[in-house]
């Protein structure tokens, strides 16, 4: 399963130092799929259920951050399935 920026923020676009709307994770963070956040995604995606995070950054940025919280949040069309996920961050 492979995950995908649809929008960025400008705020996010300002942390990761370029615009990644449209890349794939695992392309704009080679060492993505070696972290945790794969399985957070897969959980929304697989499950529907919300996921929350509070810890040290697991990908890497232009700026330093000691902490990041975040929220994944599914959302449906109309069917069964998880057509989108929301990623809410806060950097500290």
């Not at 929008?7 to 704009?28: F, N, P, Q, S, V």
């Not at 990908?59 to 975040?70: H, L, N, S, V």
Request: hydrophobic share 40%.
């Amino acid at each position: 399963m492979r995950f995908r920026f649809r929008l960025l923020g400008e705020r996010m676009k300002a942390y990761h130092g370029k615009d990644l709307t449209g890349c794939w994770l695992d392309e704009a963070f080679p060492h993505f799929n070696s972290t945790s956040a794969p399985a957070d995604f897969a959980v929304v995606a697989e499950r529907g259920v919300p996921s929350y995070r509070l810890g040290a950054p697991l990908m890497t940025y232009e700026k330093a951050f000691y902490q990041m919280e975040r929220v994944f949040l599914p959302f449906r069309n109309s069917g069964p399935s998880v057509e989108v996920i929301l990623a809410y961050t806060i950097f500290r």
